[in-house]
């Protein structure tokens, strides 16, 4: 039997990274898809590619910082599957810099798609996920919320906040069988991270340094993040909530 075998699961940033290999594990695995992002083409593009599996695909636009977009994606995506079991909260930004180097307003985006989106989605989706008899949120996270990087300030202080967050709505919503998880990966091959690194002075030196602080020495790829995230949105760890995972490389063990 498929792990996810009638669930309907809603992932955010769906349409590239470690959202659209969450979204290609979780279809491969059963589950109906409702993918979330700002743009279209990306959403577009992995719908098309769960559907010619033969996969139930929604795309929908959302902006996961506007909670009235968030509260109309989630009533959509309840009214169109009649019911929601999963939520991966994977939507992120980054931004290099002190906090003396950071403005207002860098500070405020960051902040508001990696931990106010979190907030938001889970939030919205909380009563759909207890009518269903509970469920499984799995936040992504990054190492970084759980130690710290030079220049990293707004996007350490978001991501801790997204693992404070994760610990407390664990416990609040234990008894409505909802379970909220955290999966923390280090530097993973997606469009985003690549891109930093294109930005470096040495894009190919600073490229080898980060792999030199692996111990498996090298980068995360999307699947293994979605590997883990299946795992947490499955049955499987139906005894496991509350949990902050780092998925690093040995990143934070060194």
């Not at 792990?3 to 695995?29: D, H």
């Not at 010619?52 to 795309?59: D, H, I, P, Q, Y």
């Not at 930004?93 to 207002?104: C, D, Y």
């Not at 931990?115 to 949120?137: D, E, M, Q, Y």
Request: glycine share 10%; proline share 3%; net charge neutral.
């Amino acid at each position: 039997m498929e792990r996810l075998s009638g669930k309907v699961a809603f992932i955010t940033g769906g349409g590239t990274g470690i959202g659209r290999a969450c979204a290609l594990a979780f279809a491969a695995e059963g589950a109906q898809i409702a993918l979330a992002g700002r743009r279209k083409e990306p959403l577009a593009a992995v719908k098309r590619e769960i559907e010619s599996s033969g996969g139930n695909v929604l795309a929908v636009t959302c902006d996961v910082a506007d909670h009235k977009a968030v509260d109309a994606a989630i009533a959509r995506v309840v009214l169109h599957f009649g019911h929601l079991n999963v939520i991966v909260n994977n939507a992120g930004a980054v931004m290099v810099g002190t906090a003396e180097e950071t403005s207002e307003e860098d500070w405020s985006r960051v902040l508001a798609t990696n931990l106010t989106g979190t907030f938001l989605v889970s939030r919205a989706a909380i009563p759909a996920l207890r009518k269903s008899g509970g469920g499984s949120i799995v936040n992504i996270g990054s190492y970084l919320g759980i130690v710290a990087r030079r220049q990293r300030a707004a996007y350490c202080a978001a991501k801790a906040g997204v693992a404070g967050l994760t610990r407390a709505m664990a416990l609040d919503h234990a008894q409505d069988n909802i379970r909220v998880n955290c999966v923390c990966p280090a530097i993973v091959e997606t469009e985003m991270a690549l891109l930093s690194l294109s930005k470096a002075r040495d894009p190919e030196a600073t490229r080898k340094q980060r792999i030199a602080e692996l111990p498996l020495g090298r980068f995360g790829k999307p699947e293994d993040i979605a590997l883990m995230a299946l795992y947490l949105a499955s049955d499987e760890s139906s005894w496991v909530t509350g949990t902050v995972i780092p998925i690093d490389g040995g990143q934070t063990a060194s």
